[in-house]
């Protein structure tokens, strides 16, 4: 069991937004606003998308979104591409010593 | 162009030892700490091991406390993981990162090793 939850997968068509969810507890996701998003393809290294909640990094999409409320931390994509599916994790900062902490992943089909 | 390579992966019988490393490239590798996260098949990831830019703190999940040991040589800028007394539920692809203190997330991963434990 992660200790960040994510759904298990997502789907949408070209063209249309999907959001991710990402919960965690006040011991994370909800009293930092370090939330982090990762792209990440099969045999690829991850990629960082969103840092900060809604940062994006230089050369990231801005059909790439982050926010949060509560607990809760959530990525959107708009504009949906078919190169857009892959797998996507959450990591926040914690109070714990391990410093980051991850979700399980959700798995974006573009349909 | 910041990079980071796993290496030293394999298959190994329960209780042996395996020692993986990771090569960085592209950056002052002295000046950031660096996280080992693995993920296990149909599993989310786990943080494994962090190791303080100069090697003088170290933190280990409880699952691998006393098992695992991660080490680093600035000079050669190369981060290790060694892995005694190995068990199946060690099974997994086993990544680097580099720790942003910017950013409070790793910015950058590499491609991982994979370990397999099985005899």
């Known amino acids: ?111 | 162009q910041e990079q980071l390579v796993e290496s030293g992966g394999g298959v190994v019988q329960p209780g042996r030892s395996l020692r993986l490393s990771c090569a960085a490239s592209g950056f002052t590798f002295s000046s950031y700490g660096m996280h080992w996260v693995r993920q296990a098949p149909g599993k989310g990831l786990e943080g494994v091991a962090v190791i303080w830019y100069d090697g003088s703190k170290k933190y280990y999940a409880d699952s691998v406390k006393g098992r695992f040991t991660t080490s680093r040589d600035n000079s050669k800028n190369t981060l290790y993981l060694q892995m005694n007394s190995l068990r199946a539920e060690d099974t997994a692809l086993y990544y680097c990162g580099r720790y942003s203190g910017t950013y409070r997330a790793i910015d950058y991963w590499g491609q991982g090793t994979l370990v397999t434990v099985s005899s």
Request: glycine content about 12%; some cysteine.
């Open chain 1, 1 to 111: 069991q992660s200790a960040l939850t994510q759904p298990a997968s997502v789907s949408g068509s070209p063209g249309q937004s999907i959001t991710i969810s990402c919960t965690g507890t006040s011991s994370d996701v909800g009293g930092y606003n370090y939330v982090s998003w990762y792209q990440h393809h099969p045999g690829k290294a991850p990629k960082l998308m969103i840092y900060e909640v809604s940062n994006r990094p230089s050369g990231v999409s801005n059909r790439f979104s982050g926010s949060k409320s509560g607990n809760t931390a959530s990525l959107t994509i708009s504009g949906l591409q078919a190169e857009d599916e892959a797998d996507y994790f959450c990591s926040s900062y914690t109070s714990s010593t391990s410093e980051v902490i991850f979700g399980g992943g959700t798995k974006l089909t573009v349909l």
